[in-house]
């Protein structure tokens, strides 16, 4: 990956229209649609293919995973309703361009991913634009014990349930998103802990993510 870090009226007026489209989507917090005019996108791609960065579609990034739709970054990241200062476990790293929204966003990231290529990847790549989340490399799907209770889950993959074990590991207030369904399709699942045993669930729109493998997923 050729990774100069030019970032010029050119690739700042496509953010700007990225930004328009997810507008006209119907993303509608401020602060998500800052972030995304914000983080420089394609720097996660080869250059070959910097055209293709600001145009609302995943792309692969290697190893059969892909970098998510900005549309779809920017709703899983508006259902999560970060704070300032709000610990977030991204399961999932991928690329790292969610993650950086979040940092943006001012979340204290814990991001995990299960390829060691990506992770070697985004290891070097973040920290060089300046975002500094907390790295680590393994199954994603039994969270992170060591580091909960989170304010906040994003599973950035499809699952084909609700690991009960990510529910344990959310602050009572705290929100899970993750999409659910199977390898074709999911439902975008928000999990809210009400108290130490209640929880809220919503089901909401239809997405197609690649599949989170694990011990608690496929
Ligand atoms: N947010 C990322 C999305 C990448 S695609 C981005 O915008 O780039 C989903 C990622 O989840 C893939 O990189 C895949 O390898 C990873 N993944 C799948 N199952 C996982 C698991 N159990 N633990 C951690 N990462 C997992």
């Known amino acids: 990956m050729a990774h100069k870090f030019v970032d010029n009226y050119r690739e700042r007026g496509a953010r700007k229209k990225l ?10 917090d401020k602060n998500v649609l800052k972030a995304i005019a914000k983080v420089p996108r394609h720097y ?5 293919f910097w055209i293709q960065a600001y145009k609302d579609i ?3 990034i290697g190893d059969g995973q892909t970098i998510s739709q ?23 790293t991928g690329s790292g361009y969610q993650t950086c929204i979040l940092l943006e966003l001012g979340a ?19 920290p060089h634009m300046g975002y500094h989340p907390e790295f ?13 209770p989170y304010d906040k889950i994003l599973v950035t993959a499809g699952a084909p349930f609700v690991p009960e074990i990510l529910l344990k590991q959310l ?30 669930k919503f089901e909401l729109d239809t997405f197609r993510f690649v599949p989170l493998v694990g011990d608690q997923a496929w």
């Open 19 to 28: 930004v328009e489209i997810l507008g006209d989507r119907g993303i509608q």
């Open 44 to 48: 996660f791609f080869d250059e070959t």
């Open 58 to 60: 995943a792309f692969p």
């Open 70 to 92: 900005p549309y779809t970054v920017a709703y899983q990241t508006e259902l999560l309703h970060i704070k300032r200062g709000d610990k977030v476990l991204e399961i999932g």
């Open 108 to 126: 204290q990231v814990y991001t995990i991913e299960r390829k060691e290529n990506l992770f070697n990847r985004t290891i070097q790549v973040l």
């Open 136 to 148: 680590f490399c393994g199954d994603g799907s039994k969270g992170i014990l060591e580091h909960a």
């Open 171 to 200: 602050k009572i207030g705290g929100v899970l998103v993750i999409p659910v369904g199977d390898e074709n399709a999911q439902k975008m699942v928000t999990v809210l802990r009400v108290s130490e045993t209640d929880y809220e």
